[in-house]
């Protein structure tokens, strides 16, 4: 039997989206995102409903686990500096993973003409996402290049080196809500896999669980609705990192732990106001992680 991921547009894909495009038309500047083509990848009649004030924020409150509305805001943000700092550094190459329906390649383009970027998705949010740009008439830019994969089932590095990956030049790989999703074995072999790829110098950003979450010990704030929301989707989670490992973790891939914030760091670094008062609260169960190949 066909897993739903395989032949339908991943949920969580315009689950995101979706958050960052009501977040582009938000008031409230510690909630409003740059991501000003995430609402143009929504469907026509969803796009004008959006725009009727209040309805995407009542919209989150009825669906949405706490606090999570908030982490995908940080986490944009976060992961955007860095895809940033990677153009401004120069990087030749930048590896997006489960890319879902990401707009950095088009946000970026100007700066980003002497860098290739490799989208890698699920052949059906892929086609999905490629179909919207096109429909929007949205140009996608010639050093953008996509490759369809099953993670669980495909070789990583054959796909990569059809795509013209160099495995000799610093590289910028993004996991952006990919390793809950994954099997422990498929993340052992993703990483093994991106250690051989990346060069020396080159970097990795991503977010995961906290292996505890996957217990359901309810630790944190927002923890309870997070894995009913799961639920629904269809798409469950698999992969978690036990709280205080993930250098450990990293270190056995040849990777050295440069930045690491939860969701408090988030907090302090996105939602406080000049005063010092917490504006929004992140769900805990993730962290996002930099680091360095060694």
């Known amino acids: 039997m066909k897993r739903r991921i395989e032949t339908t547009t991943s949920r969580t894909a315009q689950w995101t989206c979706l958050c960052r495009a009501i977040s582009s038309l938000e008031k409230n500047r510690y909630y409003k995102s740059n991501d000003r083509l995430a609402l143009s990848l929504l469907p026509g009649f969803l796009r004008q409903l959006l725009r009727i004030p209040f309805t995407g924020r009542l919209f989150l409150k009825i669906a949405a686990a706490q606090g999570i509305y908030e982490y995908v805001i940080a986490r944009t943000q976060y992961i955007d500096t860095v895809f940033s700092q990677a153009l401004s550094n120069q990087f030749p190459q930048i590896l997006i993973f489960g890319a879902g329906f990401d707009t ?167 939602f406080k106001d000049q005063p010092g008062r917490n504006v929004g609260r992140v769900n805990g169960t993730h962290c996002l992680a930099r680091a360095v190949r060694i």
């Not at 894995?227 to 629904?232: H, N, P, R, V, Y």
Request: aromatic share 12%; net charge negative; glycine share 6%.
């Open 104 to 270: 950095r390649a088009l946000r970026f383009q100007e700066e980003a003409r002497q860098t290739r970027i490799f989208e890698l998705d699920a052949p059906a949010t892929q086609k999905a996402k490629i179909g919207q740009y096109r429909k929007r008439h949205l140009s996608i830019p010639p050093h953008v290049v996509f490759i369809p994969i099953d993670f669980d089932r495909e070789s990583l590095p054959v796909k990569l080196d059809q795509a013209g990956f160099n495995r000799d030049e610093r590289s910028l790989i993004i996991l952006e809500g990919v390793l809950m999703y994954l099997q422990p074995q498929s993340v052992d072999q993703t990483f093994h896999t991106i250690q051989k790829l990346a060069a020396p110098g080159s970097e990795i950003v991503f977010d995961y669980i906290y292996a505890s979450v996957l217990r359901h010990e309810n630790i944190y704030y927002g923890e309870k609705g997070m894995a009913e929301s799961m639920a629904k989707t269809g798409e469950q989670w698999h992969f978690g990192i036990e709280k205080g490992e993930i250098g450990q973790f990293l270190s056995r891939y040849g990777f050295e732990l440069h930045d690491h914030r939860d969701s408090r760091e988030l907090e302090e670094m996105y």
